[in-house]
Structure formats: structure tokens, C-alpha cells
């Protein structure tokens, strides 16, 4: 399948999927977002980025944790999603969402102290391009911290086989080592991959650190 087949799918599944994403049978991603968040440092005045964000959960569940004192953002290929999320937002100043492409980010060069990404990566055409954006915006030491099923037992990688004939939209679940060989190719450090949710151990965050040294100069945006 062409990138641009497979993006049109995806965002055409999401736009379908918007109007009800916040409902309580899809809970079961709040849950995780909220596992997710909680396992990162933040302090006032950081910028986070959501990758993937839906209707915004997470961005705003960070916000709320240092009460909003820090810059917070979401992207996320589906229009609709993005609608939801600024109308989900609309009295938080600090929080923005933008609809556009996680292979092409709409910001500056060394802007986030952290990103996240919670069960989308799969979703990727190109994930060694994902990362290099992931790698260009994030500030030195910043972090990447990716939330999904990983590949690592025979029966994610039999789910991976099956959702891949019955889903269009869904490019591949990696295993452990595939992220750690991901993140060297963007230059990432790998700190360290930790099953967050139990069942089957299969849901992993996978967290990797921008080097002190590869600070980039100039604005690509």
C-alpha cells in the first residue's frame, strides 16, 4: 500500500471514530494515558507534545498536573480529532492542537522537553521519519516516551499478523529490540523499555533521550 492510501485510511478511521472517542467504552485508553503521564517528571514551564493525541486526554491531563504552567501540545492526522480536541480545550489557554502529520511537526527545532505517543505508533508508514521529527524538536536531554504493544511473545506477534490482514491502517507492532535499533538510527538513547500494563506483558513504554550534544541550530519551521 502507497503512504498516501494508507494516511488517507487513517485519518478517514479517526474522523469516523471522533464523535464517540470520548465515550466510556473507550476508557480503557484513558486509563493507559493516564499510566503514561504519570511516569514522567514534569515541572512547570515545560513544553510537551502528544503524537497521535485524539481528543486531546493526555495533553490536557498533563496541563492539569502542574496547573497549566507550561506549554502543551497535540497533533493528530484526523480532522475531526483535532475539532474535538480544541472544543474539549477551549477554556485552557497553554494547551494547542494542530492536525498535520507526526513525519512533519509543526514547530521548531529543540521545542519539547518531552513527547509522547500512546498506542498510534503502529499506525506509522514511516516511523524512521517519525522519530527524526521526534528527534529534531525534542530539546537536549529531552525525552520520547511510547506507549504500545510490543512484539516480543508469540501471541502479539500472531495479534500483529492478523490486525495487519484485517486492518489497513496498521503498519506493524514492534518488538523491544526493533525500538531499541529505532531510536539508534534517530540518535536517540534508549533509557530503558518497562511493560506498563500487565496482561501478557505485552504493554510496554519505550523511552528514549535526545544526547546533551546533538543540539540543532537554526528554524526548520
Not at 471514530?17 to 517528571?41: C, G, H, P, W
Request: proline letters at 2%; a positive charge; hydrophobic letters at 35%.
Amino acid at each position: 500500500m502507497e503512504k498516501a492510501q494508507q494516511a488517507e485510511l487513517n485519518e478517514k478511521k479517526w474522523d469516523f471514530r471522533a464523535e464517540t472517542f470520548d465515550d466510556k467504552r473507550f476508557n480503557y485508553f484513558r486509563f493507559m494515558q493516564k499510566r503514561l503521564v504519570s511516569i514522567l517528571d514534569l515541572k512547570a514551564n515545560q513544553h510537551l507534545l502528544d503524537l497521535g493525541c485524539g481528543t486531546g486526554w493526555a495533553v490536557r491531563y498533563a496541563a492539569s498536573l502542574i496547573s497549566g504552567r507550561g506549554e502543551f501540545y497535540g497533533i493528530d492526522i484526523s480532522s475531526k480529532m483535532i475539532e474535538k480536541a480544541k472544543a474539549n480545550s477551549s477554556d485552557d489557554e497553554n494547551v494547542h492542537f494542530y492536525q498535520t502529520s507526526a513525519e512533519q511537526l509543526p514547530f521548531e527545532n529543540n521545542s519539547f522537553d518531552f513527547i509522547i505517543c500512546s498506542n498510534s505508533f503502529h499506525h506509522y508508514f514511516n516511523p524512521d521519519k517519525v522519530l527524526s521529527e521526534v528527534h529534531r524538536v525534542l530539546k537536549s536531554k529531552g525525552r520520547i516516551y511510547i506507549l504500545d504493544a510490543t512484539a516480543d511473545g508469540i501471541i502479539v506477534r500472531m495479534a500483529d499478523k492478523w490486525t495487519k490482514k484485517k486492518d489497513p491502517t496498521h503498519v506493524k507492532l514492534y518488538s523491544t529490540q526493533e525500538f531499541k535499533t529505532l531510536f539508534a538510527q534517530a540518535k536517540l538513547n534508549h533509557i530503558s523499555s518497562k511493560t506498563l500494563f500487565a496482561p501478557l506483558n505485552s504493554m510496554k513504554v519505550h523511552i528514549g533521550e535526545k544526547p546533551a550534544k546533538d543540539i540543532i541550530s537554526g528554524k526548520d519551521r
